[in-house]
């Protein structure tokens, strides 16, 4: 059928449907894009830089708290050696000593391993590294601590005179205070990652393209009543 009005051997050119408001704005979906592959060698590298820097810092952390640590008074009679205050607190002090100077250490190495991260990131490798390196720095200060100076009681005892006070060698009493400085690591560096890194935004779909205009030509479809 040809339209009304419309010269002989001319077809009408097909119809066009309308296009409903806002229909150049209706999103397709998309991929994400492939993600790179993770540099497992970069991660590993930062993982051992963690735990040797770590370990290393563990030698100021000791003579650290070699120094600042209270001692337990002894004395000797030349016979036995004796505590001079049974109920004294020193060697739980010492102990809080450990712990507190350990997780000061602990947020340092964290924060400064995020800063240093932060861009390229490490994956698993930072939290690895501050657990381990922190594990290895409390023993590394641990045995520091304990071994300067004289460390035989007997031995010390005999260069004091009689019934005079002297000091013990410092001893870490409460082994579980090695866990301050990676577990005070861990929780900075968590909290960091939490407040600090941006979030990915979502990927928008990508918009059709706009349909084309209407035939001004084509005669509109009858209303229904």
Request: proline share 13%; hydrophobic share 45%.
């Amino acid at each position: 059928m040809t339209a009304p009005n419309a010269p002989e051997g001319h077809s009408q050119p097909p119809s066009v449907p309308p296009v409903p408001p806002g229909a150049d704005q209706v999103w397709a979906p998309t991929t994400d894009a492939p993600r790179p592959r993770p540099d497992y060698r970069r991660e590993i590298l930062v993982g051992l830089a963690l735990v040797v820097g770590s370990a290393v810092a563990g030698v100021l952390f000791g003579l650290l708290w070699h120094a600042v640590a209270p001692r337990v008074p002894l004395y000797s009679d030349g016979t036995a050696v004796y505590l001079r205050d049974p109920e004294g607190e020193q060697q739980i002090a010492a102990d809080g000593w450990f712990a507190l100077i350990g997780g000061c250490f602990g947020v340092v190495t964290a924060a400064l391993a995020y800063w240093l991260t932060r861009r390229r990131g490490a994956g698993l490798a930072v939290p690895i590294g501050l657990t381990l390196g922190g594990l290895a720095a409390g023993w590394v200060a641990w045995q520091l601590g304990t071994h300067l100076g004289q460390t035989d009681i007997l031995k010390l005892a005999a260069t004091v005179p009689k019934n005079t006070d002297f000091s013990r060698p410092l001893q870490l009493g409460a082994k579980t205070a090695i866990v301050a400085w990676p577990m005070a690591a861990l929780l900075t560096f968590l909290a960091a990652t939490a407040l600090f890194t941006p979030k990915d935004e979502p990927h928008l779909p990508h918009p059709l393209p706009p349909q084309p205009p209407l035939d001004p030509r084509s005669p509109q479809q009858p209303q229904e009543h």
